[in-house]
């Protein structure tokens, strides 16, 4: 079974193998799932444990997203932060691709597409904005090494932050874009191709996110596709995967707003790998959108308006 498949079908069953593993819990039909943020769900065994949660739960279970109660990314701005991470930034097409991702987290905010995340909203009934802006971005040669642990990919955020090379920000997502030669030892290329989730840091709630590049170690995986619509496979690949985390972690930041309780899955993992109309670039490359004067190759994403569905655009 592909990687595409993993991401969009086997929330269920990988969820079941991690019960499994454990030794101790088996999934039934009536098993409530949460989010990852990795593409899968796992049990949710805090409901297991209060029965009056769990009925609850159960009685909403839908493989539509619906709402949990925790805090949305609804600020006027969600700012987003790119850690360049590895050697290989600045050589090669490195400064090109650097360059495809600028212009997506710069053009991305007030767009019909961003604008499907507008449907979400808060407990207070606030929505999320359709206004993102690039904030700030650094580059770190390669502090960690290049087989990166989830723990190690934390520490490159909290270190960007406490050292003030990237300000405190809760209004944020800080991206952890790693090179070619970079890996993520957790399961990058096998069992995701990104991921998002949050920490504490000096008090505050920051979010965060891994995106791995697949140009060399899985392009059929990832999408790292050739001929690609900007003529750098990598980068326009970890496009749709920015997408993906981006939407995610604007409407289910901590794990526990908007999610489907059937499976786990949040806006992005029911859309992952659908792109809706394609058309062709001057170099054969498909593509279907353009932002900032380039084109790209997004996923789509779950609209909850005007009823739940994956689009590419909102209204």
Known sequence: MTLRLKLTLLAAGLACATAAHAGVIKESKDSIFKPTGKGWGELDLDSMSHPEKAATLKARRTSNLTYQGGPVMV???TNVYYIWYGSNWDSGNGPASKSVLSTLAQSIGGSPYFNINTTYYNGSNTHVSNSVKLAGSITNSGTLGTQLTDANIQTVVTNAISSGAL????????????DSATTATSGFCTQYCGWHTNTTVSGQNIKYAFVGNPETQCPSACGANTPSPNNTPG???MASIFAHELEEAVTDPDGNAWYSLQSGM???DKC??????????SNGAKYN?????LKYLIQQNWTLLPSQACTMQYP
């Open 75 to 77: 600020a006027p701005t």
């Open 167 to 178: 300000p405190l920000d809760s209004n944020a997502v800080y991206f952890v874009m790693t």
């Open 272 to 281: 992952a790998w659908t792109f809706g109309t394609t058309y062709l670039a």
């Open 235 to 237: 980068a326009d690949a």
């Open 289 to 293: 959108v353009t932002l900032g004067g």
């Open 266 to 268: 949040e806006n992005g």
